[in-house]
């Protein structure tokens, strides 16, 4: 995958030595060369790099064969490494990079859509000054001059940040301006983690929780498998030990407890519906009945830790937490609690006591902090807030993260950054903070930007350009060399200076080709540190923690599609379906059904939801499993000045987020508005199978007892029509994909990958509310039992390549046909669209050009096209389309097999984009003639079904029922 | 069982049938009463007033159709999971409508009924008409329009030939054949009027264009018996027509696997359903015509009385097949099929579409077992357009509400029309009400030669 060479301009490369003597040849050459030079530098500002077009091909480029290269995305401080696929110069595809601990090859849909953002229409073009366009150069001046107060009045406000590039630019900044103050600030972040570490431990460490060892987890408020900065990682950890290869195999065990249901709480074995404020009572009353067992070594007094924990413990309900508490003392040493980022510090600090009482070496690695710190020369935003009230900021350089519109509300940062006499913003939309700064420079995209970064393990990898920039614009590394003196300062030199300083002796042009191709600096993760418990500091800590307060608790969290508001002009993430609602275009006030019953509200009412004197308009929408006297709102809607795709979307929940109470908080007063309802756009209405053997599922010991529990959804059927052509081992392939339910999380980033892979249009909200969308992909899920408790279960359903498709006979015009490899095909350019196909799917799979897309939404027009994989065609308005199985990469593969003297297709040679994609590699696909692959293993166990396997229509798709693993001593 | 005798047993019980004709005209007074509409129409403005209604009609027809074609069917409610929608309703609606004709005019020749003479004309022409809106509906239907023509086997140079598998392909070939026939049968039939208009037309020009068009029509000996013939041979050819093209509208529906659709009862079912919605059409067109142009005496009760009666018994057919229907959904067993039967057409969305077609289809048709009804035609009327609301509603029932609840309910999805919808749906109203004045204004629409033959035969029989 990632052999290719890496990207560089075509600086050194052939063609560029000394001519000896001119032949006409070279002469057309080089005028070409002249005429391409003359138009590049047209385009960009200060460019001193030259991109020059190749006069001799390089050895690995030929045009129409894409390339892949590595960098890496960053969200929050903490990267994930990628691989792009490079389409003829333009990004096309975001993959996982396997190399990289936070990807082990897999994406999610924020990486995955990422790239649709390098090519938003609407990004800004150019540098303005107090909203007229501006040059570079008057910029430089403001930035880069002396300051005769060695900067007392110059502030900057940027993301956390692990990169040791910014660090080291920081560091210089600091030198010139010793006075200047450093504030790191992320909408989508906590420093409970820190500080909770910081009671425990005495000092910030970081823990990372290594899965793969992992038999039971308990975790509170967090969903570490869908959100998070080693997510990717961890769900892929996490299955290996879920996925259950044979009946009576051993499987981990998953407690969670949670206020909105997540992606994780839907995999759990048991899940405690709790306010975010008494799930800090769950793991105290653990941590008590752990204390209580013979043979839990407690690093700190009992009767004091007791006593500290007793009035939040006394809460919860004996017996329940009793058993949880005893299989994770059974589990000691391969047990491990996990807290989430938005509880309190205390909860933190408690969580690594469970574990130091749980034995958590192994699974759990402690590391000093990977994010850049100033120690005394940064201050939080609360503190810069109120030193630009007070008049003591002359300049505020704010390096990305849009902080007039996602800081808590009560710092009103928006009216400060006027009050300031300089204000410079890097941002990549001129939103709402471009809109109060004076300076306001567009960002690069990361896909057209150089640098470096951290992974939550503190892996290194370097962020490499993959197209020159689409518009004029400037980084964070680059302003901070402006200010640090630098008048024309080049990310990428900028890059490869400090890593040459770095480095001394090494050779740098190996280190620099080599990284670039591996996509991490290998052997850069930080150690793990022993660090023991801290008793003190913990046990005044947790003493001191009151009991949470009565009344509604408002749960602030950063959305899993547009996060804290910067993917909100992502047409993708807006279209995807959030995991567990299935709501696009919107967000929405979630509470359980107990509790809409209670304020007589239901799904769509409008409500106005007030806390501590301020107050939202919000949508009502009904979550199953939602925890009563709590609701959960989602960040990064409703933008105030927003970009086209993203106005007029959701509701802006940050009115509701104060700094001391950035997570939420108890209080919140609920009033149902009358008037029209305000429609929430759904992929998904019907939530219950209504009885119908579709997702199938078991507990382990049910599994155990009855291994052919899906002996009725699987195997021959009688049948009228002529035998198959088989698929002997060995022979021509005949694709198959499996499916495990037991680990589908439901996150979706397969959905995601599936539209960037095949060019699937965005039809809007009015689109999603006329069921017209068109996701080749989807993730039904299937909530059972009562709603206030709900099992719930994701099963991804796409076209099942059916052997005896419906479809296909009653396409009047052989549309759709069956081919020898087994995929049911769409000829679109014969389809001449009557539809007939969609209603005999009895998977409705298919979907249908309603509209030239392009021409009816906005959101598909303009640069996005550049986007589009070449391979795939583009549907016109009336035609039918749906799942290929990545066909345009079967055939690749085919390509390449049958240059290469016609050999078989090895295993795991081709995979489709969704299981490329998915994080917990639920979906295998292979040839069903490579019977070694995981797909064909995983049809062999008992557990396989087909869905609808009663209508005979032998899918190529098939699943694995599902199996839970709950503790038996809870009923 | 003729006429006649079915007349003599019923004449002990109750008063006697009125018969089929009033009166002796003699031929050339029914000449005169049936041909002068043809020269001076009567009530001009209110004609002209009804042309204006139908013609506005058709212009929104057009409108409809123009937005359809030039935007996408996006501009329908259509969706995933329904993607047959009023586009499929009205057609099956306009050609069930479409079957009244092609019965009267060949299956009643056949059998020899007499009381089909004063209406069959008429009959033809509304099946015809009806036919040509049904057609509109499956053109439009197509994602692209432009390449309907892939539905026909042609020898296309990609040597692509259309799937025969599907019952679309056999759909466009069954309409096609009934119209291309019906229009042939109907032509055939107004030969002997065309001729009398040629020699009874005022003005040359008109004798001119008449004249072309009756083909040098004689009305000699020779001619007659030719003439005859023919006639009985097309109708011999048409009479299968009636039952193959309604069997194979609703192949559309049976060969798939969607629950209530996938069905073997269907073929009869539509073809009972089309009949009876065709005399309801019949009834609702005759009555206010009858009166208008004052034909009591040409369509008599009697004709009413036997539309009625046939209302009445395609109306059990299809009583019976709901039946059926609810019993083998329940006999299959079929979690999908007992859903659909027995949740969501009473009780989802739309249901009270399926409690329409209940009243409608079920209850009201039962007022024709009194003969008083029969008799009155007011009330035919009232009857036959609600058993035509009923009908719409069961296409609706069959096609709408099946797609909306059909196997995975993740994808359960309702249905709503748009604007669109809906204004194609009155269009094509519009559109059949103009085609339908043009033809009463522009030929005797009964045909003059066969009622004055029946005439002839009626006063023979006096005489025996």
């Given amino acids: ?971 | 069982m003729s006429e006649t005798e079915t007349a003599a047993l019923t004449s002990s019980a109750t008063p006697p049938l009125a018969p089929l004709l009033l009166g002796h005209p003699t031929d050339a007074e029914l000449t005169h009463q049936l041909i002068s509409p043809v020269w001076t129409p009567r009530s001009r403005p209110a004609w002209l007033a009804a042309f204006g209604v139908a013609a506005l009609g058709t212009t929104l027809l057009l409108y409809a159709v123009t937005v359809t074609v030039w935007k996408g069917i996006g501009v329908w409610g259509n969706n995933i999971p329904v993607a047959w929608a009023f586009g499929i309703i009205n057609f099956v609606w306009w050609i069930g409508i479409g079957h009244a004709g092609t019965f009267i005019s060949a299956i009643l020749l056949l059998l020899e009924q007499r009381w089909r003479t004063s209406i069959n004309r008429f009959t033809e022409a509304m099946t015809l008409f009806a036919v040509v809106q049904a057609g509109l509906f499956p053109l439009l239907h197509l994602g692209r329009p432009w390449f309907f023509y892939w539905l026909v086997p042609y020898p296309a140079t990609m040597q692509a030939w259309p799937n025969f598998r599907s019952a679309l392909p056999w759909d466009a070939a069954a309409v096609f054949t009934y119209f291309t026939v019906s229009l042939v049968f109907w032509y055939l039939g107004l030969l002997p009027d065309l001729a009398k208009l040629r020699d009874a037309a005022p003005g040359r020009t008109r004798r001119m264009i008449y004249g072309i068009f009756a083909l040098g029509f004689r009305g000699s000996l020779e001619q007659h018996r030719h003439y005859r013939l023919l006639y009985g041979l097309l109708a011999g050819l048409a009479t299968p027509l009636v039952l193959s093209v309604h069997s194979i509208v609703s192949a559309d529906f049976a060969i798939t696997l969607v629950p209530s659709w996938h069905s073997t009862i269907f073929p009869p079912f539509f073809v009972a359903g089309a009949i009876f919605s065709g005399f309801a059409m019949v009834v609702t067109l005759l009555v206010p015509i009858r009166r208008i142009f004052g034909l009591e005496n040409v369509i008599t009760l009697r004709h009413l009385d036997n539309l009625a009666k046939m209302m009445l018994v395609t109306s059990w057919i299809v009583i019976y097949s709901y039946l059926i229907e609810d019993f083998i959904a329940w006999y299959s067993g079929s979690p999908y099929e007992k859903y659909q039967f027995f949740v969501a057409r009473p009780f989802a969305p739309g249901s009270m579409v399926f409690w329409t077609m209940q009243v409608c289809n079920i209850l009201v048709p039962q007022l024709l077992w009194w003969r008083r009804v029969r008799a009155s035609p007011g009330l035919l009327v009232v009857i036959a357009v609600l058993v035509n609301v009923g009908m719409w509603s069961e296409r609706f029932v069959i096609i709408v509400l099946s797609l909306q609840r059909d196997y995975l309910p993740s994808s359960w999805a309702d249905y709503a029309p748009t604007r669109v919808d809906i204004a194609l749906f009155v269009g094509t109203m519009g559109f059949f009400m103009l085609l339908f004045l043009a033809f009463l204004r522009l030929f005797p629409f009964i045909p003059v030669a066969e009622v004055a033959e029946l005439s002839h035969e009626l006063r023979a029989e006096e005489k025996v």
């Avoid at chain 1, 389409?87 to 849909?109: C, Q, V, Y």
């Avoid at chain 1, 050779?507 to 990284?515: H, I, K, L, Q, S």
């Avoid at chain 1, 804290?564 to 993708?572: K, L, P, Q, T, Y």
């Avoid at chain 1, 199978?689 to 579709?694: K, V, Y």
């Fill in chain 1, 1 to 971: 995958m990632n052999d290719d060479e890496p990207f560089e301009p075509a600086e050194g490369r052939p063609g560029d030595g000394e001519p000896d003597g001119i032949t006409r040849r070279a002469m057309l050459e080089l005028c070409g060369a002249s005429v391409a030079l003359a138009a590049a530098t047209g385009c960009g500002q200060n460019k001193r790099d030259k991109l020059l077009p190749y006069t001799v091909n390089p050895p690995d480029l030929t045009p129409g064969i894409p390339l892949r290269f590595t960098t890496s995305l960053s969200l929050d401080g903490y990267a994930t490494g990628v691989l792009v696929r490079v389409n003829d110069g333009r990004p096309s595809k975001i993959e996982g990079n396997p190399e990289h601990p936070a990807s082990l090859g897999a994406t999610g849909a924020m990486e995955e859509a990422s790239v649709l953002g390098l090519y938003d229409p609407q990004r800004p073009r150019a540098i303005l000054h107090r909203r007229a366009p501006a040059a570079w150069p008057a910029l430089t001046r403001v930035l880069g001059q002396d300051r005769p107060d060695r900067g007392a009045g110059l502030r900057f406000l940027l993301e956390p940040t692990g990169s040791p590039l910014l660090g080291a630019l920081l560091d210089r900044v600091l030198r010139r301006f010793p006075a200047a103050r450093v504030t790191f600030h992320a909408a989508a972040r906590s420093d409970s983690g820190s500080l909770g570490a910081g009671l425990a431990f005495g000092r910030p460490l970081q823990a990372v929780h290594d899965l793969r060892k992992t038999d039971v987890i308990l975790a509170l408020d967090a969903d570490f498998l869908a959100s998070g900065p080693f997510h990717l990682r961890h769900a892929q950890h996490f299955a290996g030990r879920r996925r259950i290869a044979a009946p009576g195999a051993p499987m981990s065990r998953l407690y969670v407890a949670e206020a909105a249901l997540s992606p994780t709480g839907s995999l759990a074995d048991h899940r405690l519906q709790r306010r975010p404020g008494d799930v800090h009572g769950v793991l105290a009353a653990v941590a008590v009945e752990l204390a209580g067992l013979p043979d839990v070594a407690l690093p700190v007094p009992k009767e004091a830790l007791l006593a500290a924990l007793a009035p939040h413990a006394a809460r919860e309900d004996r017996p329940l937490v009793g058993a949880i508490a005893r299989d994770l003392a059974r589990h000691a040493g391969s047990a491990s609690v996990i807290v989430g980022e938005w509880q309190p510090p205390e909860t933190h600090a408690l969580g690594h006591l469970c574990n130091a009482m749980l034995r958590s070496e192994s699974t759990v690695d402690l590391l000093s902090p990977t994010l850049v710190s100033l120690g005394a020369q940064e201050q939080d935003l609360a503190a810069l807030a109120r030193e630009i009230d007070a008049g003591g900021v002359d300049t505020l350089v704010i390096l990305e993260g849009n902080p007039a519109y996602a800081a808590p509300a009560d710092l009103d940062l928006e009216r400060l950054i006027t009050r300031v006499a300089t204000s410079v913003y890097l941002g990549s939309y001129d939103d709402e903070t471009a809109a109060v700064s004076q300076w306001f420079i567009p960002a690069r995209h990361p896909l057209e930007s150089w640098g470096d970064a951290r992974a939550y393990d503190g892996t290194i990898s370097l962020i490499q350009a993959l197209i020159e920039p689409l518009h004029e614009g400037s980084s964070p590394a680059e302003m901070l060399a402006v200010v640090a003196g630098d008048a024309h300062p080049e990310a990428r030199l900028l890059l490869r200076a400090h890593w040459q300083d770095r480095l001394k002796d090494r050779d740098f042009e190996a280190f620099w080709r080599d990284t670039l191709k591996l996509g991490v600096v290998t052997g850069s993760s930080s150690p793990a540190v022993t660090a023991p418990i801290v008793p003190g500091a913990l046990l005044s800590a947790l003493a001191a923690k009151a009991p949470p307060a009565a009344g509604i608790e408002v749960a602030l969290r950063p959305d899993s599609r547009v996060h804290d508001g910067r993917f909100a002009n992502n047409a993708w993430l807006q279209e995807l379906p959030r995991p567990l609602t299935k709501l696009t275009w919107d967000n929405a006030a979630l509470m359980s059904p107990a509790l809409a019953a209670r304020l007589g509200v239901t799904d769509e009412d409008r409500v106005r939801l007030s806390l501590g004197g301020r107050s939202v308009e919000a949508p009502a929408l009904i979550a199953p499993g939602h925890a009563d006297e709590a609701v959960t709102l989602h960040l990064g809607y409703g933008r105030r000045r927003a970009e086209p795709v993203a106005r007029g979307v959701g509701f802006d929940a940050y009115r509701l987020r104060t700094w001391t109470a950035r997570s939420g908080a108890v209080g919140l007063e609920i009033t149902r508005l009358g008037g029209a309802k305000h429609p929430l756009a759904r992929t998904q209405m019907h939530w219950s199978t209504e009885g119908r053997p579709l997702a199938l599922r078991a507990t382990a010991a049910e599994y155990q007892k009855n291994p052919d529990f899906t002996a009725e959804q699987r195997g021959p059927l009688p049948s009228l029509m002529p035998p198959l052509p088989g698929s002997g081992a060995g022979g021509p392939p005949q694709w198959a994909m499996t499916i495990d339910l037991s680990i589908c999380t439901g996150c979706g980033a397969c959905e995601q990958a599936c539209q960037a892979e095949n060019n699937i249009f965005v039809v809007g909200k009015e689109g999603i509310l006329k069921s017209r969308e068109m996701h080749w992909l989807r993730i039904d899920t299937y909530y059972e039992g009562p709603s206030e408790a709900p099992r719930v279960i994701h099963e991804p359903m796409l076209c099942q390549h059916c052997e005896r498709a419906p479809c296909e006979y009653v396409c009047p015009v052989n549309a759709t046909v069956h081919s020898p490899d087994g995929l049911n095909e769409m000829i679109y350019n014969r389809c001449v669209g009557t539809r007939f196909c969609s209603n005999n799917c009895p998977y409705k799979v298919r979907r249908f050009n309603w509209f030239d897309w392009e021409d009816h939404v906005p959101a598909n027009q303009g640069l996005v096209r550049l986007q589009r994989n070449p391979e795939v065609t583009v549907r016109q308005r009336g035609v039918m389309e749906k799942c290929t199985f990545c066909v345009q990469r079967l055939r690749a593969t085919e390509l390449g097999a049958r240059i290469e003297g016609n050999r078989p297709i090895r295993e795991g040679e081709v995979t489709t984009a969704c299981a490329q994609a998915c994080p917990t590699r639920a979906i295998q696909f292979d040839s069903l003639s490579n019977p070694g692959s995981a797909m064909a293993r995983w049809r062999r166990e008992p557990r396989n079904f087909a869905v609808l396997h009663e209508l005979g229509t032998q899918p190529r798709v098939n699943y694995l029922a599902r199996i839970d693993n709950p503790n038996p001593e809870i009923g």
